[in-house]
């Protein structure tokens, strides 16, 4: 039974440019959460989708942007990199069951910008 | 927005003894605690949660506490062994919205 997974592994970008990761979810787990781990940070909140719709948001700038697929699989968007954008990124994913449910995480994608 | 503050940042005990990391948190309507083990390079594991509607809760070495009415929760972790030396995270939520810890770095000396 497949875990969370995440594509790329690792990614190097320069200053300015754009990124995409992606996530697929356990299968049958409808949600999909993304952070951002900074080196010695706990993981921050950045977005949470349902069923392909946006249900939740952090304090993140308008640079950052996602997506979810009708097969729950998402992607997460970064516009105008910036060195502070350096970090591990996260998916979790969910099986919402009408309360706050267990979130089981994926093994990262590592981003260093340059 | 909820704020989630964990201590000790760093933490190290004698194989055998207990540890405890301890986090508050500052919004009421938080009603599940989870807290995660993260190893160097892999991802955060599910070690045990508590809701807001238990006060304790354990699972063979690891047990956690809630205490509402302070906001805040505990980590117990009792007979420690060298491999439970991890980064041990600490979360509340809402809503599915989960709040993190700064994290404890906890070192078990054999």
């Known amino acids: 039974d497949a875990g969370v997974t995440q594509s790329p592994t690792h990614l190097i970008k320069t200053r300015g440019q754009h990124v995409t990761l992606r996530c697929s979810p356990i299968?049958?787990?409808?949600?999909v959460s993304w952070y951002q781990q900074v080196l010695g940070q706990g993981p921050q909140f950045i977005f949470q989708y349902y069923e392909k719709e946006e249900r939740g948001r952090g304090n993140f700038p308008d640079r950052f942007s996602a997506r979810q697929f009708p097969n729950y699989s998402s992607e997460l968007n970064v516009n105008a990199l910036l060195l502070g954008d350096s970090a591990l990124y996260l998916c979790a994913s969910s099986e919402p069951g009408g309360g706050t449910d267990t979130q089981y995480f994926g093994p990262g994608t590592r981003l260093t910008v340059l | 927005g909820e704020n989630v503050e964990q201590h000790p940042s760093t933490l190290s005990v004698q194989e055998g003894d207990s540890a405890v990391i301890k986090c508050t948190y500052s919004?009421?309507?938080?009603?599940?605690f989870p807290w995660y083990k993260q190893e160097l390079g892999k991802r955060p594991q599910l070690i045990i949660d508590?809701?807001?509607?238990?006060g304790e809760k354990k699972d063979q070495r690891i047990a956690v506490t809630l205490n509402k009415t302070a906001k805040h929760f505990s980590l117990h972790i009792t007979e420690t062994q060298p491999e439970d030396s991890a980064v041990y995270f600490c979360?509340?939520?809402?809503?599915?919205?989960?709040?993190f810890g700064t994290g404890t770095s906890l070192t078990v000396i054999p």
């Open positions: 919004d009421s309507a938080s009603n599940y």
């Open positions: 299968s049958g787990h409808k949600s």
């Open positions: 979360a509340a939520s809402w809503g599915n919205q989960f709040y």
């Open positions: 508590i809701r807001s509607n238990v």
